[in-house]
Nanobody, 124 residues
Framework: QVQLVESGGGSVQAGGSLRLSCAPSGYIYSFACMAWFRQAPGKEREGVAAINADGTTSYADSVKARFTISPEIAENTLYLQMNSLKPTDTAMYYC??????????????????WGQGTQVTVSS
């Protein structure tokens, strides 16, 4: 069973930055897609950013130009660099992975493997 372990969440003030990490139990390029999702209380889980094995990225409009998804192959870790954070970014952030996909990865939660989540809280 694949495990995804997130870390790096925390509390920051608006305008600050955080970097989330996701360490899979398998080799990072064994997945066709890896992604970050988030879920705020009372809201549906939404896709934030995704990357496929070719390095093609997808971003939600709400985070474009602020968030960057990137794999670090040497560390076998997926990162989400989050800059210019806003209170509306407050949520539980989840790492997700799936196999069997071609083209840009989806930002809908049809992923096979999920981490336990890491909390991000942005105060105004």
């Amino acid at each position: 069973q694949v495990q995804l372990v997130e870390s790096g969440g925390g509390s920051v003030q608006a305008g600050g930055s955080l970097r989330l990490s996701c360490a899979p139990s398998g080799y990072i390029y064994s997945f066709a897609c890896m992604a970050w999702f988030r879920q705020a209380p009372g809201k549906e889980r939404e896709g934030v950013a995704a990357i496929n094995a070719d390095g093609t990225t997808s971003y939600a409009d709400s985070v474009k130009a602020r968030f960057t998804i990137s794999p670090e192959i040497a560390e076998n870790t997926l990162y989400l660099q989050m800059n210019s954070l806003k209170p509306t970014d407050t949520a539980m952030y989840y790492c997700a992975a799936r196999a069997g996909w071609t083209g840009p990865c989806p930002l809908v939660p049809n992923y096979t493997f999920w981490g336990q989540g890491t909390q991000v809280t942005v105060s105004s």
